[in-house]
Nanobody, 123 residues
């Protein structure tokens, strides 16, 4: 079992930045890949970023490359999502998730999810 708690969301103006955090507990943190997803009202959940067990590999969708950075601190059992140049269309609930395995595999099942943190970007 893994418990995930996101934090760092809030209201920010367009062009601003936010850093989200996701603290994990349970299984050894360095034994699995981590990912961030988001879901806007009325839309499907979409992939935002992922990172391998040791931070050596990162994954981003093309439409977010250059604006988001995922990182992890295994000593603190925490994964981060730095978001810059935020746009109103980035408004969503952001979730972190665990994927069993050392490296992220797209479309493979995510095993554990956090409760989400709301990000709202005003124009």
């Amino acid at each position: 079992q893994v418990q995930l708690v996101e934090s760092g969301g809030g209201l920010v103006q367009a062009g601003g930045s936010l850093r989200l955090s996701c603290a994990a507990s349970g299984r050894p943190f360095s034994s699995y890949a981590m990912a961030w997803f988001r879901q806007a009202p009325g839309k499907e959940r979409e992939f935002v970023a992922a990172i391998s067990w040791n931070g050596g590999s990162t994954y981003y969708p093309d439409f977010l490359k250059g604006r988001v950075t995922i990182s992890r601190d295994n000593a603190k059992n925490t994964v981060y999502l730095q978001m810059n140049s935020l746009k109103p269309e980035d408004t969503a609930v952001y979730y972190c998730a665990v994927q069993s395995g050392y490296y992220y595999i797209p479309r493979l099942e995510l095993n554990y999810w956090g409760q989400g943190t709301q990000v709202t970007v005003s124009s």
